[in-house]
């Protein structure tokens, strides 16, 4: 599955670095239910003690021991030590398209589906696959 989303380039802007955060920030966190893409009906709300799932990833693999081979990944969490929002940068030249990809075998791979196939809390566990998600992150142009 592919997610597109284009954004208008600005003519006579000149830029070599792209940043930008992966997760809800902790004033939006403590900031209650809220509407729009962070309105709790989407799913990707747990609790005001939680706050925002700031990403989610489940699915089902033969080699998952769990019933039904279901594995379930929702990574949040606002507060020290499980802070889950990460400050993503990226150095680039400046080009026409650019495009970020999340290799999904990668991220799947790395964490071998056998071993750990359910974390649904804010943990040293969620951390350790936070930075499995960041690591399978790149920009290619």
């Not at 081979?69 to 400050?87: A, D, K, V």
Request: net charge negative; glycine share 6%; charged share 15%.
């Amino acid at each position: 599955m592919t997610q597109l989303i284009l954004l208008d380039s600005i003519s006579n802007v000149h830029y070599n670095r792209i940043e930008f955060n992966l997760g809800t920030d902790s004033l939006d966190n403590v900031s209650g239910a809220m509407s729009g893409d962070l309105d709790p009906i989407h799913g990707m709300y747990w609790t005001w003690q939680s706050g925002y799932i700031n990403f989610k990833l489940e699915g089902s693999s033969k080699v998952c021991p769990s019933r039904n081979h279901e594995f379930n990944f929702h990574i949040g969490g606002y507060l020290y030590p499980f802070t889950s929002m990460q400050r993503l940068v990226f150095e680039v030249n400046q080009s026409s398209d650019l495009s970020f990809n999340l290799d999904l075998s990668k991220l799947i791979s790395i964490h071998h589906l056998q071993n750990e196939f359910n974390i649904m809390s804010p943990s040293e566990k969620s951390l350790l696959f936070l930075k499995r998600i960041v690591d399978c992150i790149n920009l290619s142009k």
